[in-house]
């Protein structure tokens, strides 16, 4: 077991390095730099730009250098865990990073427990009730979540939050605690706008480990020890939360890794819509001006997180699962 | 500004006074909050923070009362030596209190505020304008090249102390338009905020005054000393400057966080209203917009949530603006905008890879009829709600000597003149399809390239499409993104490329070598290959024919010479545009939607609205606001 695990764990540093080569060249895909956009940017709002401007940053930031050059500096000071500097921001990435991990991974761990605490029983009610009313209404419910993009969703809670009680939802609370200590009104105000990514978020989330419970409960009802449990005169709650659930949650417990990236990052549409201080956002503003080192620095993280996450799965199932072997 | 006075000694001789209404320091008051500090001994007395002469404003509506807070939508505005008055027409003073040109207007002289301090209660003195000058503007590694706003003819400007609040600049050559550098009636990007750096607390950066400066970056997370230095020196009034940077700022930052800004009195602000009340009424202002989704911050607006902004808005959303008024407690109206026009259509004179459609580009018939099939006055209902101006691509009207004639020009929507024009260039013929067709038979296809940054671009190209379509010229539009359509520009392989025309006001146009005018402004949209000629001093591009190379010359002298010459100057461009037509105008002065909370007094509705023309939102004085309900002001 503890070679398998030490093995995997050597098979992911090629991984790594295969996976920060290719969002290096991802990021320099597109034509042009980041002054190119940056340059646009302020243009377009009628700034002035200045050739000695960008001059300044091309040398400042070392733009002009080849891009493997670039690469080896980047992925060099990665490896310390210097994640190098935002041309945007002109600050270090790991500072812009930590000022919105923490909001990040709270709605991503919110939206998690919701999701779980609303898929699950409604997933096993609609297995175990199969064609019954409820069972088409959490359907009808799973395919409307699944099929509606959560950008929109938001933009319509948004809208009837405003239209029909004259209050804005964006943020992550109203804009006079900014700034302001944590207090009782700011957290109520807190509770009153978090709700919104969690749902949102956690609606298409919900939809999908409906489905997933409601066919793996359906595969379990006919088998044997299920009626064995039955004929043993075991109440119907015991054989379904004791003995049927352990075998149908495992699809959902071997993709408990997965979610390691999405705690990170959060969801980006949804962040930018709502106005979320998350790292949604700063990852597509970065994207769009070629921001390299911002960009590439949090992919590469993404990226760590999603093989590192899938790692923590598959230990999970070679543990809970004796027919994984392990070579 | 009835209480200033200009004394014109010559034509060439001006010196600008400001007589400070309020003569004695005893009739200064202060907010509450800072007089509390006072009384703890936490501050210095209220006279000894104001200058000898502190700026008067005499307020827009009346006199404010202290207290509250504003949510905004953008940072405060910079101050700067000189500004522009609140009609955006003329300089007066503001960190300086007056300015001096020499007779032949070689040199120029510039009083500071005595006894004005840095937000951290510094003395400002001449000592912090050289700091910036030789240690920052001409340092080689936080500025590699000289600034152009630096020089004169190609020559640099010297910057003379002579005594702590009395600096001399001296020109290669005469140059009245220097005011406009020191009134920094646009943005300058990161770099050029202001001629002056709290040398003070800028020094500990600085490799030459404190020698572990490389060190101190590198705790910080940055590789070198400059880095660091950039954080604090530059910045975009779109993200605001770093938390710690002393400044001359109404409000400063005060906590800076993913959510948005906290700015609180500076207590050292240098403006006073006429009852010598300290500036500004308004204790705190939080900026919460800033880099947004567009929709999100609409519906924050709706809601209420802003108390103030004229940024990042479009004229679009007016209406659903108008409609939230009452619901969410604001008044929205249309503030002044001075884009000469709000999509103009480069015509690219050096495109090259079609030789068949780059002869018609050049073909001045040909841009006539284009021009002449456009409906403008339909654009502006569509677009703009009928509330801009219907105008060819020239000069703000504002301008000194400004003749109908230069925005007429071809500007009437007459699409039989322009079938008319186009039959006798040649492109009589027509295909099954009733497209026009070259006479050696090509079907003349126009490409527009447009990119999404300004809501408004595409649906005019969209229409003038349609427009170009109707008289049979098939027009094709791509829409794309900012940085690739600027890509594709530069390398000249545009047709025709689509941007606002700002700086077409006269105190830009002035100072800007007449901006989108001149041929080598920015890429040169109107000929990129000409651009790159005169930008390259001959070595590369194309050499472009002498009429056009003595436009640029009239536009590089344009900031050096007398009004007088400076009027003809002006003159001879805008007749050669409205001629040649290189730059298609639609609409211009289009106005933007500015949104203030029913109960902020002060606020101006004449004043222009976000534009980097006059420095954004530095027209509305922001310091004058204050809440008109003790419920606001309680908060």
């Known amino acids: 077991m503890l070679d398998y695990v030490v093995r995997r764990f050597f098979i992911l540093i090629p991984v790594f390095f295969m996976i920060s080569v290719v969002s290096f060249a991802i990021m320099e895909l597109p034509p042009g730099d980041f002054l190119t956009y940056y340059v646009a940017e302020l243009r377009a709002q009628g700034q002035e730009v200045s050739q000695e401007l960008i001059q300044a940053l091309e040398i400042r930031y070392g733009l002009n250098d080849p891009s493997y050059t670039r690469y080896f500096k980047w992925i060099t000071g990665f490896v310390q865990g210097d994640l190098g500097l935002s041309l945007r921001y002109n600050r270090p990435v790991s500072d ?64 009837v939050s405003y239209a029909h009680f004259g209050h804005s939802i964006s943020g992550l609370f109203a804009p006079q605690f900014v700034g302001e200590p944590w207090s009782v009104p700011k957290l109520l105000s807190l509770a009153s706008n978090i709700w919104v990514p969690i749902v949102v978020v956690g609606t298409a989330g919900t939809a999908g480990s409906i489905r997933v419970l409601r066919g793996q409960i359906l595969d379990e009802l006919g088998k044997h020890y299920v009626q064995t449990a039955r004929a043993k005169g075991l109440s119907e709650f015991i054989v379904v939360w004791k003995h049927m659930l352990r075998v149908a949650i495992n699809p959902v417990v071997s993709t408990v890794g997965w979610i390691l990236p999405e705690i990170f990052a ?15 956002p700063l990852l597509l503003q970065a994207l769009r001006y070629q921001d390299m080192y911002l960009a590439g620095s949090i992919l590469m993280v993404q990226t760590i997180l999603v093989v590192i996450g899938t790692l923590i799965s598959d230990v999970l199932l070679a543990m809970v699962d004796p027919r994984i072997r392990y070579d | 500004m009835r209480r200033m006075m200009h004394a014109t000694i010559s034509a060439v001789l001006m010196l600008v006074l400001f007589v400070a209404a309020v003569a004695s320091a005893q009739a200064y008051n202060e907010s509450p909050t800072l007089a509390a500090q006072v009384a703890a001994g936490e501050l210095p007395p209220i006279e000894e923070r104001l200058p000898l002469e502190p700026v008067v404003i005499e307020p827009t509506d009346e006199i404010g009362i202290y207290g509250g807070t504003i949510i905004s939508g953008h940072a405060p505005n910079d101050e700067y030596l000189l500004m522009l008055d609140r009609a955006a027409v003329e300089t007066i003073p503001n960190l ?167 700015y609180v009195r500076n207590p050292y602000y240098f403006k006073v209203d006429t009852e010598g009340n300290q500036l500004p009424y308004i204790d705190r202002l939080l900026v919460t917009l800033v880099e947004s989704d567009a929709e999100t911050r609409l519906i924050r607006m709706l809601s ?41 259509f480069n015509i690219n004179q050096t495109y090259d890879a079609d030789p068949v459609v780059a002869e018609y580009l050049q073909n001045r018939t040909f841009r006539q009829a284009l021009s002449l099939a456009i409906d403008r006055e339909e654009i502006n209902e569509v677009v703009a709600l009928g509330q801009a101006t219907p105008r060819q691509a020239t000069f703000h009207p504002d301008t000194p000597g400004y003749q109908e004639e230069w925005g007429n020009s071809h500007a009437q929507y007459d699409p039989a003149m322009a079938n008319q024009l186009l039959d006798s260039i040649g492109l009589d013929q027509r295909n099954s399809a009733g497209w026009r067709v070259t006479p050696g ?31 049979g010229v098939r027009t094709e539009m791509r829409a794309m993104d900012t940085g690739a359509l600027t890509q594709l520009v530069a390398a000249n392989e545009a047709q025709i490329f689509v941007w606002v025309m700002d700086n077409a006001h006269p105190v830009a146009a002035i100072s800007r070598h007449a901006g989108f005018m001149s041929p080598d402004f920015w890429m040169g949209p109107w000929g990129v290959h000409w651009a790159t000629w005169f ?51 639609t609409i211009g002065m289009a106005g933007k939607p500015v949104l203030a909370h029913v109960d902020l007094g002060n606020v101006r509705e004449d004043a222009i609205a976000d534009n980097a023309d006059v420095g954004g939102n530095r027209n509305q004085w922001m310091e004058e606001f204050y809440w008109k309900s003790a419920e606001k002001r309680g908060n």
Request: avoid cysteine; hydrophobic fraction near 40%; glycine fraction near 8%.
């Open chain 1, 96 to 159: 812009l990073i930590m000022e919105r991990v923490g909001f990040t991974a709270l709605i991503a761990v919110l939206t998690l427990i919701f999701q779980w605490v609303v898929s699950v029983p409604i997933g096993i009610y609609s297995a175990v009730r199969q064609y019954s009313v409820t069972d088409y209404i959490a359907t009808i419910f799973g395919f409307l979540g699944l099929a509606i993009p959560n950008f929109l969703l938001a933009l319509v809670i948004m809208y």
């Open chain 1, 266 to 280: 959060g969801d980006t549409i949804t962040g930018v819509v709502l106005g979320l201080p998350t790292l949604g």
């Open chain 2, 96 to 262: 300086a209190k007056g300015w001096e040109f020499n007779e032949d207007g070689t040199s120029m002289t510039l009083y500071l505020r005595e006894g004005l301090k840095w937000s951290d209660g510094v003395p400002f003195t001449v000592d912090d304008m050289i700091f910036w000058y030789e240690d920052v503007a001409l340092n080689q590694e936080i500025t590699p090249n000289v600034p152009q706003h630096l020089q004169v003819g190609g020559e640099l400007i010297e910057m003379v102390k002579v005594d702590d609040y009395t600096v001399r600049f001296d020109f290669a050559r005469p140059f009245y338009a220097f005011i406009h550098r020191l009134d920094s009636s646009g943005f300058e990007g990161r770099l050029a905020h202001g001629w002056a750096r709290p040398a003070h607390w800028f020094k500990q950066f600085h490799i030459d005054y404190n020698p572990e400066a490389n060190e101190l970056a590198q705790e910080r997370g940055y590789d070198y000393w400059y880095q660091l230095f950039g954080l604090y020196n530059d910045y975009t009034d779109i993200t605001g400057e770093e938390f710690g940077r002393p400044s001359f700022k109404a409000w400063i930052l005060q906590d800076r966080t993913p959510n948005g800004n906290v």
């Open chain 2, 304 to 344: 209420g949530e802003i108390d103030f902004n004229s940024w990042g808005t479009s004229i679009g959303d007016f209406p659903t603006l108008k409609r939230g008024e009452s619901a969410g407690n604001y008044r929205v109206w249309i503030g002044r905008d001075l884009w000469g026009s709000a999509a103009v």
């Open chain 2, 441 to 471: 038979g090509q079907e003349l296809t126009l490409i527009i390239p447009v990119a999404d940054a300004i809501p408004f671009w595409i649906p005019i190209v969209e229409l003038v499409r349609d427009y170009w379509r109707q008289v």
């Open chain 2, 535 to 585: 930008q390259s001093d001959g070595r590369e591009g194309i050499e472009p024919p002498e009429d056009v190379k003595e436009i640029r010359q009239l536009a590089l002298d344009l900031p050096y010479v007398s009004p007088e010459e400076q009027v003809d100057y002006l003159r001879r461009i805008a007749e050669f545009h409205a001629e040649n037509l290189y730059m298609l105008g």
